[in-house]
Nanobody
Framework: QVQLVESGGGLVQAGGSLRLSCAAS????????LGWFRQAPGKERAFIAA????????DYGDSVKGRFTISRDGAKNTVDLHMNNLKAEDTAVYYC????????????????????WGQGTQVTVSS
């Protein structure tokens, strides 16, 4: 049973920073691409960032490029999302996701490409 659990969400002022973390149980992340998505009220789930299984390749949504960084720790079996210069429009529920990939360099960016999902963690940015 694969489970993903996000942590680190909360309330922060605009311009501040947060680090989200996602821990896996029931599976080793070593052959999995990992990603972060978010969903704001009344909006569709949106791609934020993803990282390949080997960790050398990553991609970001246009709205967070230059502000957010995704990283992974194979030893801890975690994936983090470092969020800087947060804006009110970053307010959303953030989800981590994982999928076993056939190539270690793959960076999926569509939600339908991911198989496993966490329950989400709320991030609220006050302006």
């Amino acid at each position: 049973q694969v489970q993903l659990v996000e942590s680190g969400g909360g309330l922060v002022q605009a311009g501040g920073s947060l680090r989200l973390s996602c821990a896996a149980s029931g599976v080793s992340f070593s052959n999995y691409a990992l990603g972060w998505f978010r969903q704001a009220p009344g909006k569709e789930r949106a791609f934020i960032a993803a990282i390949s299984a080997i960790g050398s390749y990553s991609d970001y949504g246009d709205s967070v490029k230059g502000r957010f960084t995704i990283s992974r720790d194979g030893a801890k079996n975690t994936v983090d999302l470092h969020m800087n210069n947060l804006k009110a429009e970053d307010t959303a529920v953030y989800y981590c996701a994982a999928v076993r990939t056939t190539r270690s360099t793959m960076v999926p960016i569509n939600s339908f490409e991911f198989r496993y999902w966490g329950q989400g963690t709320q991030v609220t940015v006050s302006s």
